[in-house]
Structure formats: structure tokens, C-alpha cells
């Protein structure tokens, strides 16, 4: 088991630019998450997905910030016109449901 | 709504010292509430989880009670070990079918010998 797959695991992009992140969750995991760490705001919930319908999305910025699904293999978040405050790490997670959530190591996204 | 508030950012013990960080709630139901722990350049990962029934959750030598009455799940260990040095998260769970957890801020603990 490979766990919670993240690519890339750093990425830089210019001001303006469009990010794409991407998510693996564990086989079998009907629930996947994603959530932005910083150090001053810790860890913030962004959305998350169940056997790949939207749940809640009450976390994301609405106008630059969206999220898929397509498959039950991997998930992506998509940031267009980055800026510099969307500069921090990325989590996503996933879960059988009301159970542990298990992180990958993120998506390190540095805006200049 | 639902919040988790963690007070202290930064932490510094000597080994062998006992650990306490601080975790209060607010919620409109009675939710989980959960400690997890990154170390440096990992991903977070589960440390302890409430129960339903009041005992207290216990894992490599960390434990957690949670007081319904004053909204607290503090986290506790009689011994601090260099090895304890990380980031340490307080969560709690959503109401009903939804899963997400809401996370506090964060402690790190750093221990020193």
C-alpha cells in the first residue's frame, strides 16, 4: 500500500499562472479531501469528495479555486491566476468515511 | 460554527518533563475530536481518537480526555522524548454523515535535552 499519492511535490508558478495539483487516495478509500497548511493558519479544509460526488465545499475561495473527481483513482485541484497568498502546502487525504484520515505528504506551491 | 482552538504555537520542553497541549471546541453537536501528529517533512497522521464512552485513548505513551463539560480534549504524556519533537493537531469531527475534520492551528512541541 502506497499510501496517498501527491504530485508534484513542489511546484513554482509566476503570479498569474494556473496550478494543477494532483491527488491518489488509497485503493479502496471512499472519501478524499484536501485541505491547504500554513504556519499561521494551520490546517484549513478546503473540500472534499465520497465515492466522487462533491460533499462540501464550504473551504474553497470560490472564484480561482475548483476541484474533480473523475475517477475514483485520483482527484485534482485546480488554482487559476495564482497569487502569492495561495503560497502553501497542499494536503490531500482520504479515508473509508468517519474513520482516520490518511495524509499524503503534499504539494508544496510557492507563487512569485 | 464549529471550531477548534489551540493556544499555544510553540512549545519548548526539556526531555523527560511531562507534555500538555491544550485543545478546547466549540460545537452545536458532540462531535470526535482527534490529536494528529506531523513530523518534520512527513505527512500528518493519526495520534488518538476520542470514544464514546468516555475511556480515555491512549498511544506511544500520549493520552487524551475529553471533558464534554469545559469542550477540552488536552493532550498529555508524563515523559517527554526527543522523538516527540513535531507539530501536533486537535480536530474534531463533522455532525452527522459528513466526515471532514476541522483542524486547530497547531502546537509544536520541541523537545531538548
Known amino acids: 500500500n502506497a499510501g496517498v499519492i501527491q504530485t508534484p511535490r513542489h511546484k513554482v508558478t509566476g503570479k498569474g499562472q494556473e496550478a494543477t495539483l494532483w491527488c491518489e487516495p488509497i485503493s479502496g478509500h471512499s472519501a478524499v479531501f484536501w485541505y491547504r497548511q500554513t504556519i499561521v493558519q494551520g490546517l484549513e479544509f478546503l473540500t472534499y469528495?465520497?465515492?466522487?460526488?462533491?460533499?462540501?465545499d464550504s473551504g474553497m475561495p470560490k472564484e480561482r479555486f475548483s476541484a474533480q473527481m473523475p475517477n475514483q483513482s485520483h482527484s485534482t485541484l485546480k488554482i487559476q491566476s495564482t497569487q502569492p497568498q495561495d503560497s502553501a502546502v497542499y494536503l490531500c487525504a482520504s479515508s473509508r468515511g468517519h474513520e482516520r484520515l490518511f495524509f499524503g505528504h503534499g504539494t508544496k506551491l510557492s507563487v512569485l | 460554527g464549529d471550531s477548534v482552538t489551540q493556544t499555544e504555537g510553540l512549545v519548548t520542553l526539556t526531555e523527560g518533563l511531562p507534555v500538555m497541549l491544550n485543545c478546547t471546541y466549540q460545537s452545536t453537536y458532540s462531535p470526535f475530536l482527534f490529536w494528529y501528529v506531523q513530523h518534520l517533512n512527513e505527512a500528518p497522521k493519526l495520534l488518538l481518537k476520542?470514544?464514546?464512552?468516555?475511556k480515555r485513548p491512549e498511544h506511544q505513551g500520549f493520552h487524551a480526555t475529553l471533558h464534554k463539560s469545559s469542550s477540552s480534549f488536552h493532550l498529555q504524556k508524563s515523559s517527554a522524548q526527543l522523538s516527540d519533537s513535531a507539530l501536533y493537531y486537535c480536530?474534531?469531527?463533522?455532525?452527522?454523515?459528513?466526515?471532514?475534520?476541522?483542524f486547530g492551528k497547531g502546537t509544536k512541541l520541541s523537545v531538548k535535552s
Open positions: 469528495f465520497r465515492n466522487q460526488a462533491p460533499i462540501d
Open positions: 476520542s470514544f464514546t464512552d468516555n
Open positions: 480536530a474534531l469531527s463533522g455532525e452527522g454523515s459528513n466526515a471532514k475534520l476541522t
